[in-house]
């Protein structure tokens, strides 16, 4: 298969998405703009089946949360931790100052986090959007989360960040919500986290009252692989991905038909016996799996693609690796496994998505600072660069622009 072969492909898949469900998610947020903390309460009842007396979590049952946790389990969220602070601090960007040039960061005053909940606990959703935060400064950090149990681990996670504003409220109408203010949630000035279809439109629909992270989409990952690769850990690899949900999506390359044609059969061999093995073949039903007739075609697949996650697991990794310019994250080698990546190598597992690699890069400490210049030029310079300032000010004939430099010459 050549790289245009494949790329008709991505763009059968990719172009089917649309925007259903649009119009629903507007009138949520108008009517959490409109009426606040009833409208909350409605769709809470509506969507949830619970009627809630108040949205805010007590901190003690927060730490409750964290207390009823094994040893064990602790542990491993304070590692992971750990390891995540180390990684944003070693990347956050530092102020410069050269003088008559100055460029300075500043934290962000308030963030809001969707943590996601429901069918399901993320624990490490909550470490990989709030340790960048506390990072970089962050002065108060208000997390929503459809997570509702008296106890949970996702609770304990967010005792370990030391954050105290959550909320037990979902889906678009917690995302409007943290975009405008209600009662009981605060306006903030910037949401990251990932959600389902439903968050990600209200993000994209309220960019602009606040800032958002990115617009994700469903989870991805482009495997290349060689002859000589462990076929049980790919299978797994794929199944890793899958078992996301089933719009999840895998696209194996090789040069080699051999080799996926043993992923395949070894796939037939195990998927019945995974938990989430139903989640799975719904996504394995739209996976590509493709022999790529060149390095070159191999190359341009991967950035035009621009996948969420890119595994290479072959013996030219470093010329490979070194030729990816647009991707979320890669991951080198057999001891790099994506989902070690979910949960504890370091950077945010928050993604680019749907080829939004191309010009987006994965959420981080410096996500959550805002920057600006500071100008404090001498006389000799100022005086160096007015007379061509003034020039193109009389060129855009704006007269003022040009005497306020004039005046500073004579």
Not at 227 to 234: F, G, P, Q
Not at 396 to 407: F, P, R, V
């Amino acid at each position: 298969m050549n790289a245009l072969e494949f790329r008709e492909i991505f763009q059968d898949r990719t172009e089917t998405a649309g925007f259903e469900g649009m119009r629903g998610v507007m009138e949520i947020i108008e009517d959490v703009r409109r009426d606040k903390d009833a409208a909350l309460r409605s769709y809470t009842e509506q969507f949830d089946g619970r009627t809630p007396d108040t949205f805010k979590v007590p901190p003690e049952k927060l730490k409750d949360s964290y207390d009823a946790l094994p040893e064990d389990r602790r542990r491993a969220l304070e590692k992971i931790r750990e390891r995540i602070e180390d990684y944003q601090r070693m990347i956050r960007y530092e102020d410069r100052d050269d003088g008559e040039f100055k460029y300075v960061y500043h934290p962000i005053e308030k963030v809001g986090v969707y943590v996601p909940g429901g069918t399901a606990l993320y624990p490490s959703s909550v470490l990989m959007t709030v340790v960048p935060a506390m990072v970089a400064g962050v002065g108060e950090i208000h997390v929503v989360t459809p997570t509702f149990e008296d106890s949970n681990i996702t609770f304990a996670a967010l005792h370990i960040c030391g954050v105290e504003n959550v909320y037990t409220v979902g889906g678009a109408q917690a995302v409007a919500a943290l975009a405008f203010g209600t009662e009981s949630i605060p306006k903030v000035d910037k949401i990251v986290g990932p959600g389902n279809y439903y968050v990600a439109l209200a993000k994209r629909l309220l960019f602009g009252e606040v800032g958002i992270d990115m617009i994700a989409g469903p989870s991805e990952i482009l495997i290349y692989v060689d002859e000589d690769v462990n076929v049980d850990a790919i299978v797994y690899d794929i199944f890793a991905q899958s078992e996301h949900d089933r719009n999840a999506r895998t696209f194996l390359l090789s040069e080699d038909q051999s080799i996926i044609d043993r992923v395949e059969d070894r796939i037939g061999d195990l998927i019945d016996r995974q938990p989430r093995a139903e989640i799975i073949k719904q996504s394995i039903e739209t996976n590509h799996y493709a022999v790529v007739d060149s390095r070159q075609s191999l190359l341009a697949l991967v950035n035009h693609i621009a996948p969420e996650h890119v595994s290479v697991q072959h013996r030219d990794s470093d010329m490979i690796i070194r030729n990816i310019k647009y991707a979320g994250a890669v991951f080198e080698g057999y001891y790099s496994p994506e989902a070690i990546g979910d949960y504890a190598a370091g950077p945010s597992h928050v993604l680019p998505t749907d080829r939004t690699g191309r010009f987006s890069h994965g959420l981080n400490v410096n996500d959550f600072l805002t920057s600006h210049a500071v100008i404090s030029l001498t006389e000799d310079t100022f005086g160096n660069i007015a007379e061509p300032a003034m020039t193109v000010a009389e060129q855009e004939q704006l007269d003022a622009h040009y005497q306020s430099l004039k005046i500073r010459t004579e």
